[in-house]
Structures are given as structure tokens and as C-alpha cells.
């Protein structure tokens, strides 16, 4: 039989923090090694379970939930979402700008696929969360990755996005509060951001699905809030502040300029609806996610698990000779930054799997974050106190020997 070669839409798809290394050590696990994963963002398998009752309220539901609903999603979690916004200061959204999907993810896909024509550019964060550079690419486009800036607490950097803006580029996207930087944005930042969008005819693409996972009084400002003159499309779900990623509940929101946008919206309509519709029974628990006590904020107060243990891996970061780390204001990731003149790495893919074979702690490589050089990491901050505390110090003790 003749060779089955993958499409060429796929050339430049990728996805690396479930790729090679991630495979490595899944291979190792099966041999039995326990394997102290600190790579990847899902709350569950920690202990940060999901609140009881949006589980609840999915058991008493699935009874009722066998058949398709709308291809948007359900009336009832659709309308929880618009008074959610409502809430935040966002008026004007109807139930039919909210589309819920699979997930964020299933989403951020469907969003590109009916927007981007060959060559298109996007303009995402370097960092970034891959997902968006995958998507766009999958999509026939072009990524087009700005400057996030260290210096600056990991603020995008405004020069180099009107710099790197052509007469193709479509949209702006805005990881707030970011992965993997941990970065939330002020209020000015966003609203030059706005401006930049307003000037250049570009749909603001907000991904703010850590936006109830904040530290420090940090506040995170809905960038949807801020115009309604730009398109701005909104992505949050279940997976991260409800600890609810299997359930694989997401959703969108357009608000802003509708009306230029009708033809994109009967774009994402028509996508939507190839799909049929999203997961029914896991839909019945975003209305009772979205109201009233929201426990996340337990868990990122002063003595929260999640914030004791951020504090836990930056200082035990900070603390390693070579490497340091601005600290994270959202989110649940750290990312440290290496010194070149000490440790020289010039793959830092090959270092993750060193790290791997030798300590059997996992990380993800700062490049699958498409971040140009090799001389960062990702650390996941979920696991407990105790075992970030041992993952940490005995990547220290490897990272004190290791040159490339
Ligand atoms: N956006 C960002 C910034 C993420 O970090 C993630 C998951 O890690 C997603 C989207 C995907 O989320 P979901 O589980 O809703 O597909």
C-alpha cells in the first residue's frame, strides 16, 4: 500500500505541550516510573476538584440531555452567560452573540476557520498559548507574533504590534490574564490596545479564561468593557476557574460592531452548526457555575492552596542560581526565565527531556510557547505545596551541573 501522508494544511501545525516530550514520558509511565508533572494546566487531577453542585446539577440534567440542543448552545446557559456579562458592565449582548462549544478550544478553532483567507495575518503573543498560532495556521493564515516584554511585567509591547501590522492583519489577540507569563493587563494597556484595533480595522480577539484566577488584588478588566465600536470577540469556560476541563465546556461572546461583522457571524453560524452542537449535559452547569458563591475565590485568596502555592514555586524558582522569574499575577503557570551565560542551551526541548529521564519531573520548553529563544520554561503551579517543593529543588540540583 502506498505511503498515507498527512495533509499539507497540517505543515505548519503545531502543538508541543502534548508532543515529543509529553509522549516520553507517558512511554516512561508505562514502565512504572512516577512522573511529577508540573506541564499542564488541569486543575482536577490535583485535588482543585470542580464545585458539587455544577456536578450535580450535570447528574440531575442527564436524564433530560440525550438529544441535540441549538447548534449555540442552550437557551438557559446562554442566557446565564449574557446576565454574567451584563454584571461586568457589558451591556447590549443578546443570547444569540454567545456560542458555546467543546471547550475554549473547539472554539478559538471555529473562530479562525471562519475568518482567515490564505495569508491572512493574526497577531498573537509571543508567548503565547499555541493553541492560537495552531489555529490560524490550520486556517491558512499567518501568525504574526508580537513582543511580550519581560522588562514590562510580560505587557505586550505596543510598538512592535503597530510595527508588525500589515495591510492583511485581521485581528489582535489578547491572552488577559496570560498563559504562560501570568501576566494581567492594567486598564490603559487594554484600552491602547483598543485603539490600535479602532485605527486599523482589526477584530479584538480576547482569550480571558483565567480571568477569575487573580493574585494580589490584581483586577482583571473584560476587554469587551471597553469599546463597542470594535468587534470584540470573548472566550472564557469551565476548564480552568471551575476546575472543570474534562466536562469540556466553552464559550464566546461577540460584542461590539456587529453589523460590519454580519457576514463573519453568518460564518460562525453556518461552522457552528456543522457541528451540530456542543456537549448538552455538561451545558447545565454554566448557570450554576456563573452565579452566586464563587469558590475559586478561596483557593486565590491570601492563605488559598493556589496561592500558597504560586508563592511556593517563585520563591523556590527565584532561589535557583541562573534563573529567575517575574511573578505571576493570574493564571496557574510560571514562566523563568534561564541565563545564557550560565547554563549556554541552545535546544531547550533537549532539556525538558533531559530533565525528564534524569529527575522524572516534566516541564514544557519556553519555544512550544513560541517564544524565540531557548532560555525559557514552563512550570505548572497545581500540584501540591510538597511536591512542587521537591520537583522544584531537585530541578535545582539538576539545573547546577547542566550546560549545553
Ligand atoms: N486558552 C488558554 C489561554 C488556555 O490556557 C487554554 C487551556 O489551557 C485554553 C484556551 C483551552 O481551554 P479549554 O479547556 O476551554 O479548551
Known amino acids: 500500500m502506498r505511503p498515507i501522508i498527512k495533509s499539507n494544511k497540517l505543515d505548519s501545525v503545531c502543538y508541543d505541550i ?18 511529577l508533572k508540573l ?3 488541569n486543575p482536577a ?5 470542580a464545585p458539587e453542585e455544577i456536578v450535580r446539577d450535570v447528574i440531575l440534567n442527564l436524564p433530560s440531555a440525550q438529544g441535540y440542543c441549538e447548534s449555540k448552545g442552550l437557551f438557559s446557559a446562554r442566557k446565564a452567560i449574557v446576565q454574567h456579562y451584563q454584571s461586568q458592565g457589558i451591556f447590549g449582548v443578546d443570547i444569540e452573540d454567545i456560542y458555546i462549544g ?6 478559538i478553532v ?19 498559548y499555541p493553541l492560537w498560532t495552531a489555529a490560524v495556521n490550520l486556517s491558512g493564515g499567518k501568525a504574526q507574533h508580537y513582543r511580550c516584554d519581560e522588562e514590562a511585567d510580560w505587557f505586550p509591547d505596543l510598538d512592535d504590534i503597530r510595527a508588525k501590522i500589515t495591510p492583511r492583519t485581521r485581528a489582535l489577540v489578547l491572552i488577559n490574564p496570560n498563559n504562560p507569563t501570568g501576566a494581567v493587563y492594567s486598564k490603559e494597556l487594554l484600552l491602547e490596545a483598543v485603539e490600535i484595533c479602532r485605527q486599523h480595522h482589526l477584530i479584538l480577539f480576547a482569550d480571558e479564561i483565567y480571568d477569575k484566577i ?6 482583571h478588566i473584560p476587554a469587551a468593557s471597553l469599546s463597542d465600536d470594535i468587534l470584540t470577540v470573548t472566550f472564557n469556560g469551565l476548564s480552568k476557574s471551575y476546575r472543570a476541563a474534562g466536562f469540556r465546556v466553552g464559550w464566546m461572546m461577540l460584542s461590539g460592531n456587529l453589523k460590519a461583522a454580519k457576514s463573519y457571524i453568518e460564518g460562525l453560524e453556518m461552522l457552528a452548526s456543522m457541528r451540530l452542537c456542543a456537549n448538552v449535559p455538561n451545558q447545565h452547569a ?3 457555575a456563573l452565579g452566586g458563591y464563587q469558590s475559586i475565590n478561596e483557593l486565590v485568596a491570601n492563605e488559598g492552596r493556589l496561592k500558597v502555592q504560586r508563592d511556593t514555586c517563585i520563591e523556590l524558582l527565584n532561589s535557583i542560581p541562573g534563573i529567575s522569574v517575574k511573578c505571576p499575577k493570574g493564571a496557574m503557570y510560571a514562566f523563568p526565565r534561564l541565563d545564557q551565560k550560565k547554563f549556554n542551551i541552545r535546544d531547550d526541548e533537549r532539556l525538558v527531556l533531559d530533565l525528564l529521564k534524569e529527575k522524572k519531573i516534566l516541564l514544557v520548553h519556553g519555544t512550544a510557547f513560541n517564544w524565540p529563544e531557548p532560555d525559557h520554561l514552563r512550570v505548572v503551579f497545581l500540584p501540591h505545596k510538597e511536591d512542587l517543593e ?6 535545582g540540583d539538576f539545573m547546577d551541573g547542566y550546560r549545553q
Open 102 to 107: 467543546n471547550g475554549v478550544s473547539e472554539l
Open 39 to 41: 506541564n499542564i494546566g
Open 214 to 219: 487573580l493574585y494580589d488584588e490584581a483586577k
Open 45 to 49: 487531577p490535583f485535588g482543585f476538584e
Open 286 to 288: 454554566i448557570q450554576t
Open 18 to 35: 502534548r508532543g515529543p516530550v509529553h509522549k516520553e514520558a507517558r512511554r516512561l509511565e508505562d514502565e512504572g516510573h512516577r512522573i
Open 110 to 128: 471555529m473562530a479562525m476557520q471562519g475568518l482567515l483567507n490564505t495569508d491572512d495575518e493574526v497577531l498573537i503573543p509571543s508567548p503565547d
Open 390 to 395: 521537591k520537583a522544584l529543588t531537585e530541578f
